[in-house]
């Protein structure tokens, strides 16, 4: 089992920053692909970006390419996203969530293939 817990989400005027952390419990880190997802009210669940287990490779949404990096510390148990150049259509809430099954490039945007979740952290993005 593996417990995930976000933080750094909050309101940002457009064009600002934000770096999302996701803690991951457990000493097998390293074994999961990590992903990103959102979703926004009335909207389905999203991809945003993934990152293999040893962050080798990693994934983006187009709508989110160039501006937002994942990226991810095995030894401190974390994944992060770095949200820069954010716009209003940016504001959702935020997963992370964890793959233990092997996933292959358009495999980690398939969100039915993870196997824990995180809570979420809401961000809001004013204009």
């Known amino acids: 089992q593996v417990q995930l817990v976000e933080s750094g989400g909050g309101l940002v005027q457009a064009g600002g920053s934000l770096r999302l952390s996701c803690a991951a419990s457990?000493?097998?880190?390293?074994?999961?692909?990590m992903g990103w997802f959102r979703q926004a009210p009335g909207k389905e669940r999203e991809i945003v970006a993934a990152?293999?287990?040893?962050?080798?490779?990693?994934y983006y949404q187009e709508s989110v390419k160039g501006r937002f990096t994942v990226s991810r510390d095995n030894a401190k148990n974390v994944v992060y996203l770095q949200m820069n150049s954010l716009k209003p259509e940016d504001t959702a809430v935020y997963y992370c969530?964890?793959?233990?099954?092997?996933?292959?490039?358009?495999?980690?945007?398939?969100?039915?293939?993870?196997?824990?979740w995180g809570q979420g952290t809401q961000v809001t993005v004013s204009s």
């Open positions: 969530a964890a793959a233990t099954r092997t996933l292959y490039s358009s495999t980690y945007f398939n969100g039915d293939l993870y196997d824990f």
């Open positions: 457990g000493r097998t880190f390293s074994s999961y692909g």
């Open positions: 990152i293999s287990r040893i962050g080798v490779s990693t």
